[in-house]
């Protein structure tokens, strides 16, 4: 048999294993993503209704208790579901954009990219109602990212131990709770994991239309061109990969263009940032900042000491990430971990780099012949998660915009 035709056998083969991998993928991902958002609506259902109490009633004894009911679940869920991103969503996805010649003597929705509220509007249109569609969407979507992240985990480390445990890692880490909200979390995680599984397969036009997909939804959609392009030098290097890569940069072109047509400004998703405080400053002067006042842990929006220890840890990933020979993942964690970084601040840190495969696949590695490491960081994620939720549905939103 001839060189072509093992070559032929062996893609017919991986083609087999491919198409026979969703169940198995299902009974995987299933458990961690049930447990963990199992964990996040209980605490959104029963944080408010003890915080209704007054302390001095708990402390005496009148009968006060605590019924977790279907409509105290859906109370709980329905508060937290709409506001801060979610309420800008929702508004686009009602009302669409603003349309009125670009300034900054105020906010403005143009800050937000459109794929999700496009979704979520579809949705709506379906099933006639708004805040269910979008919690239900975003855990549908959650669960495809979970599968997405097991396969690129098996794909890399041939090892389905590895692959659960990047799971695992991935569904209680301290900010999730906003994959299970109509926020951009699960959509973009989802789709930045099937590009770059499509890239590991040098599937190079598949890669391109996900990323598209992935601009569409944030601006760091962008960052999977140089992550895509470090898979495309581990491969044959055909220039028509490279063009299926500059595809990603289609969904943020089309944005900027719709921008430029209603406000003027085809930046203005950039421009407008000013508004929310924004500014550009050196990666560095953040890191630096902590470390000269580390008993400041926390201040708005702000849990400085979680948001450098992943800072920390995501750093070392990438270092993880590249000597394992995943410099797609290595090149995608870097820039995720450089945008909240060049604001000056640690904010948003932990919530942007639980969208980076990277992360957790380093954090399973280093678990990989160490349970309990491994146990010991699950335990540390899982409580840093309840506590960030349990903020959240009191109406402090730790975790930054």
């Given at each position: 048999?001839?060189?072509?035709?093992?070559?032929?056998?062996?893609?017919?083969?991986?083609?087999?294993?491919?198409?026979?991998?969703?169940?198995?993928?299902?009974?995987?991902?299933w458990l961690p993503f049930l447990l963990s958002r199992l964990i996040v609506f209980i605490l959104f259902a029963v944080t408010p209704i003890i915080a209704a109490v007054p302390i001095a009633q708990w402390n005496s004894d009148d009968g006060t208790a605590v019924r977790l009911s279907r409509a105290a679940m859906a109370d709980?869920?329905?508060?937290?579901?709409?506001?801060?991103?979610?309420?800008?969503?929702?508004?686009?996805?009602?009302?669409?954009?603003?349309?009125?010649?670009?300034?900054?003597?105020?906010?403005?929705?143009?800050?937000?990219?459109?794929?999700?509220?496009?979704?979520?509007?579809?949705?709506?249109?379906?099933?006639?109602?708004?805040?269910?569609?979008?919690?239900?969407?975003?855990?549908?979507?959650?669960?495809?990212?979970?599968?997405?992240?097991?396969?690129?985990?098996?794909?890399?480390?041939?090892?389905?131990?590895?692959?659960?445990?990047?799971?695992?890692?991935?569904?209680?880490?301290?900010?999730?709770?906003?994959?299970?909200?109509?926020?951009?979390?699960?959509?973009?995680?989802?789709?930045?994991?099937?590009?770059?599984?499509?890239?590991?397969?040098?599937?190079?036009?598949?890669?391109?239309?996900?990323?598209?997909?992935?601009?569409?939804?944030?601006?760091?959609?962008?960052?999977?061109?140089?992550?895509?392009?470090?898979?495309?030098?581990?491969?044959?290097?055909?220039?028509?990969?490279?063009?299926?890569?500059?595809?990603?940069?289609?969904?943020?072109?089309?944005?900027?263009?719709?921008?430029?047509?209603?406000?003027?400004?085809?930046?203005?998703?950039?421009?407008?940032?000013?508004?929310?405080?924004?500014?550009?400053?050196?990666?560095?002067?953040?890191?630096?900042?902590?470390?000269?006042?580390?008993?400041?842990?926390?201040?708005?929006?702000?849990?400085?000491?979680?948001?450098?220890?992943?800072?920390?840890?995501?750093?070392?990933?990438?270092?993880?990430?590249?000597?394992?020979?995943?410099?797609?993942?290595?090149?995608?964690?870097?820039?995720?971990?450089?945008?909240?970084?060049?604001?000056?601040?640690?904010?948003?840190?932990?919530?942007?780099?639980?969208?980076?495969?990277?992360?957790?696949?380093?954090?399973?590695?280093?678990?990989?012949?160490?349970?309990?490491?491994?146990?010991?960081?699950?335990?540390?994620?899982?409580?840093?998660?309840?506590?960030?939720?349990?903020?959240?549905?009191?109406?402090?939103?730790?975790?930054?915009?």
């Amino acid at each position: 048999m001839d060189g072509t035709a093992v070559e032929k056998d062996a893609l017919a083969a991986s083609g087999r294993r491919r198409a026979l991998a969703l169940p198995e993928v299902l009974k995987r991902v299933w458990l961690p993503f049930l447990l963990s958002r199992l964990i996040v609506f209980i605490l959104f259902a029963v944080t408010p209704i003890i915080a209704a109490v007054p302390i001095a009633q708990w402390n005496s004894d009148d009968g006060t208790a605590v019924r977790l009911s279907r409509a105290a679940m859906a109370d709980g869920i329905s508060r937290v579901a709409i506001g801060n991103d979610s309420g800008w969503y929702l508004g686009i996805a009602r009302d669409g954009y603003e349309k009125r010649p670009f300034d900054t003597s105020r906010q403005a929705n143009w800050a937000f990219f459109p794929l999700h509220p496009m979704l979520w509007r579809a949705a709506a249109a379906v099933t006639g109602e708004w805040t269910w569609s979008g919690v239900i969407i975003a855990n549908g979507l959650f669960l495809g990212a979970l599968c997405a992240l097991w396969q690129l985990a098996l794909e890399l480390t041939e090892r389905r131990e590895t692959a659960d445990a990047a799971v695992t890692f991935a569904s209680v880490w301290p900010t999730t709770y906003f994959m299970s909200l109509p926020h951009t979390e699960a959509l973009f995680f989802l789709l930045a994991g099937l590009s770059l599984l499509a890239g590991t397969r040098r599937k190079f036009g598949t890669a391109g239309v996900f990323g598209a997909l992935a601009s569409a939804t944030r601006f760091n959609g962008l960052f999977l061109i140089p992550a895509l392009g470090m898979a495309w030098l581990r491969s044959e290097r055909r220039r028509r990969d490279l063009a299926w890569i500059g595809v990603a940069t289609a969904g943020a072109l089309l944005y900027a263009g719709y921008l430029g047509s209603i406000t003027g400004n085809p930046l203005a998703f950039k421009d407008i940032q000013v508004t929310w405080g924004r500014h550009v400053a050196a990666p560095w002067t953040a890191l630096a900042d902590y470390i000269g006042h580390p008993a400041k842990l926390a201040v708005s929006w702000n849990p400085r000491a979680l948001n450098f220890l992943v800072a920390i840890a995501g750093i070392a990933s990438i270092v993880t990430c590249w000597r394992k020979g995943w410099r797609d993942l290595a090149m995608f964690t870097g820039l995720t971990l450089l945008a909240p970084l060049c604001t000056g601040t640690l904010t948003s840190l932990t919530r942007y780099a639980g969208v980076a495969p990277g992360v957790f696949l380093a954090l399973a590695v280093w678990s990989e012949d160490k349970p309990r490491v491994a146990q010991v960081l699950t335990m540390l994620s899982s409580v840093a998660l309840a506590f960030m939720v349990i903020l959240f549905a009191l109406g402090i939103n730790m975790a930054g915009a």
